[in-house]
């Protein structure tokens, strides 16, 4: 399993916080946990994964910063994707300096 590349996980109900183990699988290049009920704040476990360069986490419950996780001079994301687009209240779900793409928190928008 630790040599899993792909994970698309999007739309499929899940709930709670996302699992750090999935920073324990090196191999992965792209994480799709987009259209669920997810929770809790980005494991910094994903920052130990070199080889991902497309992960894609908006239209969730995520809260918090993902630049001190995800967004270091090293990475080059191709996709970076969350619930960052700011609400019209100067708020937004999640804090992302580096994000390629950001979404408002209700699934309507990304630019």
């Known amino acids: 399993m630790k ?3 792909f994970a698309d996980l999007s ?6 916080t996302i699992p750090t183990e999935i920073g324990q699988l090196n191999d992965l290049v792209t994480l799709d946990v987009s259209g ?7 494991p910094t476990e994903f920052s130990e994964i070199s080889t991902l360069t497309q992960f894609a986490f908006s239209f969730n419950d995520l809260t ?3 630049s001190k996780t995800l967004c ?3 990475k080059q994301w191709e996709i970076l994707q969350g619930d960052c687009l700011d609400d019209g209240y100067g708020q937004s779900e999640i ?3 580096c994000c390629t793409s950001c979404c408002n928190a209700n699934g309507t928008q990304c630019i």
Do not use: P
Not at 11 to 16: E, H, T
Not at 36 to 42: D, I, K, V, Y
């Open 72 to 74: 270091v001079d090293s």
């Open 64 to 66: 918090g910063s993902v």
């Open 11 to 16: 739309d499929n109900g899940f709930m709670g």
């Open 95 to 97: 804090e992302c300096i």
């Open 3 to 5: 040599s899993l590349q």
């Open 36 to 42: 669920n009920t997810l929770t809790g704040s980005l």
